[in-house]
């Protein structure tokens, strides 16, 4: 008996054809597992957990300020207080002096709705006549004269700010004699640094609220605390936080 089979020519060809479509589409499926199986690790490699936004803003930390015994600009029965934390040589100060203050007094000292405080910062590492402009602008109060001798000092910023310690000392009783103060009082008062302690005071208190720099700003009341403001911002800034006090 013979071993050899014998295939028709038409039937060889269709189970060539079978053979190869089974492994061209074994091939595909293959290929498709791998890719899937890429994709997903590829995936899990680049996964970003995303960060979690808050809906609303956390509200702004209030403190307990002490305003003591320190000038006051406007109302005594203001429903929000402003206190100010300045140093009379700082730029940054005066320009607060002089873009947004009279806007902020006009609309909100003036009307009654806030009073400001103000409390020296002299920050004599970097200006050098910052502590005898405090004592001075301390020495016009004792006479009642703490906002008109503040705005000459800023003011004249610019005249005195570079000027050696003994001609600064002689200008600021310049500018005592010029506001009408007992030149006699006010020139031993400045001399004797009088109120040094409560320039050093001053400063203490800013540096425990937080205030780091000049000008800052504590806004708020005893009843309900105070927010920190800092820094010489546009006056729409200080304009958005008052408003949000008086609400």
Known sequence: MSDDITIKKSTYTKMIFGITTALVVAAFLGGILVGNLGETKTVQNTQVIPTQIPTTPTPAARIAVAT??????GSSSAPVTMIEFSDFQCPFCGAYYT???????????????????FKNMP???LHPNANAAALAAECANEQGKFWDYHNKLFSNQ???ASLGST???STFKQYAAQLG???????SCIDSSKYADKVNRDAQDGATYGATGTPTFFIG?????????????PYTVFQQALDAELK
């Open 68 to 73: 003591g015994d320190s000038p006051v600009l």
């Open 99 to 117: 873009q947004t203050l009279p806007d902020v007094e006009k609309n909100y000292i003036d009307s009654g709705k806030v009073k400001l405080v």
């Open 123 to 125: 920050l004599v590492n």
């Open 158 to 160: 610019n005249s005195w």
């Open 167 to 169: 001609n600064a000392t």
């Open 181 to 187: 103060l007992d030149t006699n009082s006010f020139n």
């Open 221 to 233: 009341s005893d009843q309900k605390g105070y927010t920190k403001l800092v820094g010489a911002q």
